[in-house]
Nanobody, 128 residues
Framework: QVQLVESGGGLVQAGGSLRLSCTAS????????MGWFRQAPRKEREFVAT????????VHADSVKGRFTISRDNTKNTVYLQMNKLKPEDTAVYYC?????????????????????WGQGTQVTVSS
């Protein structure tokens, strides 16, 4: 059974930094593409960033480009989201997600419907 567990969320002032972690179990982590999404109150879940199984290809949403960085450590089955220069509009529940990109190479990794497994989410609150 695949499990994704996020950690690292919290309350931070605008301009501050946080690093989110997501550790996977029950799946061959090295064959997966990982993504981070977020959902603010009364809004749709939106794409934040994605990373290929090798870590060689990353994509970040325009709203976080230059401030957030996705990375992964396959030896630890963990994906990270380093968030710098946080803004109040970054406040949301952040979710990590996973799908097998070897089996499904043509899926769009920026769509939430692409992902088969999700974590429970971690709250990030940025105060002004």
């Amino acid at each position: 059974q695949v499990q994704l567990v996020e950690s690292g969320g919290g309350l931070v002032q605008a301009g501050g930094s946080l690093r989110l972690s997501c550790t996977a179990s029950g799946h061959s982590f090295s064959r997966t593409r990982m993504g981070w999404f977020r959902q603010a109150p009364r809004k749709e879940r939106e794409f934040v960033a994605t990373i290929s199984w090798s870590g060689g290809t990353t994509v970040h949403a325009d709203s976080v480009k230059g401030r957030f960085t996705i990375s992964r450590d396959n030896t630890k089955n963990t994906v990270y989201l380093q968030m710098n220069k946080l803004k109040p509009e970054d406040t949301a529940v952040y979710y990590c997600a996973l799908y097998n990109s070897v089996f499904y190479p043509s899926r769009d990794p920026e769509r939430k419907e692409t992902y088969d497994y999700w974590g429970q989410g971690t709250q990030v609150t940025v105060s002004s």
